[in-house]
């Protein structure tokens, strides 16, 4: 009980600090499965025993930050780990969109070495506000020997067939759960 008192009194807080720097916040509801995970319903007040995704919108109208929470209110994983991060950030540039996922509060999620997962999606645009092309960011950590240096090697000669082209992204992934968007808008990819 005490636990829940505090998390109440911590959501409370940062729902206050992000209200007085000019930004929104809003609650979707979701189902999570093995796989993946669902929307249910937009703008939800009460989150009592409901999965859902925190949704902060900065001052500009865009989706600066998505959260996303099991229904005992812990941050989980966006479906199966194979995208995304409990806590997905966003930051905005002319002509550009860079999504990046984290663990925690600070430790950006995916380490190459167990999950060959990238940690980040940099959408670049054109004007009309559609995708030209997706890089994709990995995070790469190993120990400094020399068996583990030509191991590491070995490995990324293995991966280096797959090219980011080939993942199947067509919009910025995290915005199928947020409501503002870029101003509303989910980019597509040109074809």
């Keep these: 009980m005490l636990i829940i008192i505090v998390l109440l ?9 992000q209200q007085e720097k000019g930004e929104k916040i809003r609650y979707h509801e979701i189902d999570i499965t093995a796989s993946s995970i669902n929307l249910i319903k937009w703008d939800i007040k009460d989150t009592s025993n409901t999965a859902f995704v925190q949704e902060v919108i900065d001052a500009k109208g865009r989706t600066e930050e998505l959260r996303f929470y099991d229904s005992a209110h812990r941050l989980t994983y966006t479906g199966s780990g194979f995208y995304g991060g409990p806590i997905i950030r966003y930051d905005y540039e ?10 925690d509060e600070n430790e950006i999620a995916h380490d190459f070495s167990t999950s060959e997962v990238p940690f980040r999606f940099i959408y670049h645009l054109n004007k ?3 995708i030209t092309h997706i890089e994709t960011k990995y995070k790469l950590e190993f120990d400094w020997t020399n068996e583990s240096l030509n191991e590491t090697i070995k490995l990324l000669k293995l ?27 989910n980019p597509k990819l040109l074809k």
Excluded: C, R
């Excluded at 009194?9 to 600090?17: C, D, K, M, R």
């Excluded at 002319?94 to 663990?103: G, M, Q, V, Y």
């Design 9 to 17: 009194i911590t959501l409370s807080a940062f729902v206050f600090q």
């Design 94 to 103: 002319e002509n550009k969109i860079t999504e990046t996922f984290f663990s």
């Design 128 to 130: 009309s506000n559609q």
């Design 159 to 185: 991966y280096k067939q797959y090219t980011p082209e080939e993942f199947d992204l067509k919009e910025v992934f995290g915005y199928g759960f947020a409501s503002a968007k870029l101003n509303g808008v």
